[in-house]
């Protein structure tokens, strides 16, 4: 038997209905905020990846699906969606006129080879969007007020937007020295990819989950220590925003986020104060880095599996329909005719309507009307279709009526 791949899963039934729930919240909310859907192709040059995400990151060096396609060219599965948009924001020259932003939201399945865990899988969807064209404060605030509604509108009360800003170019450098300069004395203590971070971007050694308690870690260098008068500045007014939208939110100086291309603003979206649902944050160099003009951006992105885990534990029902509206049975062979034009009138009107497709017999195809859980049905039988007539009966009350064939469709629109 040939069975799934390690990390992947089938998406159907219950499952199914509620990832479709969670596109359609997402995506009205995201039509508030002016947000126009976005998808890109699922395999790309690895060149993007290497160089959008970054060639030091655990992402690029451990985790992607890369491989070599029939005309030699390397291909890399798309592990993140801002690269795949921005090298579309970059190719169709989005920047030519930029007197508003360009803003696109996306649901997009990603690929990483990473060890599968509860919430955590080799291929996955994401929500995301990205905001191009604007460096305003304004626009951050904009990026995390949509994160924090979409979960607030999918029932996710309980969550917290943790916050740091890794400053401009200038206070980032000044921040990366400090740590270079703290850590190094130290080098042995650290864990083996830590040791290599300490030279390629010391930043992320803040995000170890190896040693990330330890007393090494814990009084590390802050980013706010070495912000710039106007990186400062910038951070105060960010909060000021989200304090005037009742975002609730709390700083965390040790949030630096994983990729290579964030500056500025960072954040994550973390419930009950334990795992992250989603981050994002300001990438003002990443259009530059991959060849365009130098473009202020912000995004962020969230994965399904654990926002469906989040809701499940917080009891959150999904409203899933588990009902149909009419069940049509029939006696004999006769009547399949007059069934299959009646279904075909009561769907296009937009009824859930079904019937057997399994020669059944009438006493099954009862059965079939509770397991459907139907609302109405209708018993088909030549008897009374010489006279035009049905009899539908309410499958609650158990009352039923006699009808004209040409007023079923009046009739449920009456009645359901
Ligand atoms: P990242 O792109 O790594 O910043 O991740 C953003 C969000 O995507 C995370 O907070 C998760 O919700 C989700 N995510 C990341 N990696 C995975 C994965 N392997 N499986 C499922 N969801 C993931």
Redesign the pocket.
């Known amino acids: 038997m040939i069975t799934k791949q390690k990390?992947t899963y089938d998406i159907y039934g219950d499952l199914a209905k509620k990832r479709a729930y969670i596109n359609d919240v997402l995506a009205a909310l995201c039509e508030k905020y002016n947000y126009g859907y976005i998808e890109t192709p699922v395999f790309e040059a690895s060149e993007l990846y290497h160089r959008g995400v970054g060639d030091a990151t655990d992402?690029v060096q451990k985790e992607t699906y890369d491989f070599v396609d029939r005309g030699e060219r390397n291909i890399t599965l798309r592990?993140?969606?801002t690269a795949g948009v921005v090298r579309w924001f970059i190719e169709n020259k989005l920047y030519g006129n930029m007197s508003d932003p360009v803003k696109v939201y996306y649901n997009m399945k990603?690929y990483?080879y990473?060890r599968?865990q509860s919430?955590?899988?080799?291929e996955?969807?994401?929500w995301?969007f990205e905001c191009f064209g604007s460096d305003d404060v304004l626009a951050d605030a904009e990026a995390i007020s949509l994160a924090y509604n979409a979960y607030r509108l999918l029932g996710l009360d309980n969550i917290t937007i943790k916050l740091n800003t890794l400053g401009d170019f200038e206070s980032r450098t000044n921040y990366r020295e400090a740590l270079v300069n703290y850590f190094k004395p130290h080098i042995s203590e650290l864990c083996p990819d830590c040791q290599e971070r300490i030279n390629k971007n010391p930043l992320r050694i803040l995000d170890c989950k190896v040693d990330d308690k330890s007393e090494l870690h814990k009084n590390a260098p802050k980013t706010l220590d070495y912000l710039n008068e106007e990186s400062r500045t910038r951070f105060e007014r960010l909060q000021e925003l989200l304090d005037l939208m009742d975002i609730n939110y709390e700083i965390d100086t040790k949030l630096v986020?994983?990729?290579d291309y964030y500056d500025h603003t960072v954040f994550?979206?973390v419930l009950n104060d334990s795992?992250?649902?989603?981050?994002?944050g300001r990438y003002n160099g990443l259009v530059e880095t991959l060849d365009g003009p130098s473009i202020p951006a912000v995004g962020f992105?969230?994965?399904?599996?654990?926002?469906i885990l989040a809701m499940e534990e917080n009891d959150i029902s999904i409203p899933i329909n588990d009902s149909i509206d009419l069940y049509l049975l029939y006696v004999s062979d006769s009547e399949k005719e007059t069934a299959s034009y009646l279904l075909q009138d009561l769907r296009l009107n937009g009824f859930i309507a079904e019937t057997d497709l399994m020669c059944k017999s009438l006493k099954s195809q009862f059965k079939s009307v509770d397991r459907y859980n139907a609302k109405y049905l209708i018993v088909l039988n030549d008897e009374d279709l010489k006279n035009s007539q049905v009899t539908i009966k309410d499958n609650k009350t158990k009352e039923e009526e006699k009808i004209s064939i040409n007023d079923i469709v009046d009739y449920l629109d009456m009645h359901l």
């Open positions: 990390g992402m592990p993140e969606g990603m990483r990473e599968p919430g955590r899988n080799r996955f969807t994401q995301g986020r994983g990729l994550e979206v795992y992250a649902l989603g981050g994002g992105a969230m994965g399904y599996d654990r926002t």
